[in-house]
């Protein structure tokens, strides 16, 4: 477990700018995101904040999916796999 908690805060900053940009690309009023205190804590919030707008853009179509379902979907699988870049992989389709 604190191989993965490594992981992650070694790319939180990479997530965070990816998730806040597929809130901004799924929301066309996105909320605005606050510092969260740290920079974990803001891609966490970054990925919270998408899987929301994902429950918005399409209502019923994706209920019960996760944030971290989203982050899974999103990267691929690749969530914290140090060598590659994280980046939107598919936006037209519910996950």
Do not use: H, Q
Not at 37 to 62: E, H, L, Q, Y
Not at 65 to 82: D, F, I, N
């Amino acid at each position: 477990m604190r191989g993965w908690l490594r992981r992650f805060a070694a790319r939180a900053g990479p997530l965070r700018a990816t998730f806040t940009t597929l809130l901004c690309e799924l929301d066309p009023d996105p909320p605005v995101l606050e510092p969260a205190g740290s920079v974990v804590a803001d891609a966490v919030a970054a990925i919270v904040a998408a899987a929301r707008a994902v429950g918005r853009r399409w209502p019923g179509r994706v209920f019960g999916l996760s944030p971290w379902e989203l982050a899974v979907a999103v990267t691929g699988g690749r969530l914290l796999l140090p060598s590659i870049k994280v980046g939107v992989r598919n936006t037209s389709c519910p996950w």
